[in-house]
Nanobody, 127 residues
Framework: QVQLVESGGGSVQAGGSLRLSCAAS????????MGWFRQVPGKEREGVAA????????YYHDSVKGRFTISQDNAKNTLYLQMNSLKPVDTAMYYC????????????????????WGQGTQVTVSS
């Protein structure tokens, strides 16, 4: 089992920045990627950034490229998402995810049921 706890959400004006954190605990040996998804009411959850444990390769959704940066501190078992130049369309509940090798995913639409999920942290960007 893996436990994930997010923090760092909040309200900010357009153009501002926030950094989300996700503290991971438990057995991480079979986790092949970790990522951030976001969801607004009435829409599917969608992956916005991911990092792959084998080689540190990263993925970004086109809508956040150049503005968001995903990183991890292995010593602290913590995943981060630095969000700059925030826009009102970035307003959503943000979820940390850890995908196991036996069927999870760190990108795309939907909420893969094999993923481990945090409780979510709200990000609100006002114009």
């Amino acid at each position: 089992q893996v436990q994930l706890v997010e923090s760092g959400g909040g309200s900010v004006q357009a153009g501002g920045s926030l950094r989300l954190s996700c503290a991971a605990s438990g057995s991480m040996s079979y986790i092949f990627c970790m990522g951030w998804f976001r969801q607004v009411p009435g829409k599917e959850r969608e992956g916005v950034a991911a990092i792959y444990t084998s080689d540190g390769d990263t993925y970004y959704h086109d809508s956040v490229k150049g503005r968001f940066t995903i990183s991890q501190d292995n010593a602290k078992n913590t995943l981060y998402l630095q969000m700059n130049s925030l826009k009102p369309v970035d307003t959503a509940m943000y979820y940390c995810a850890a995908a196991p090798t036996f069927g999870g995913s760190c990108r795309g639409r939907g909420a893969p049921d094999k993923n481990y999920w945090g409780q979510g942290t709200q990000v609100t960007v006002s114009s």
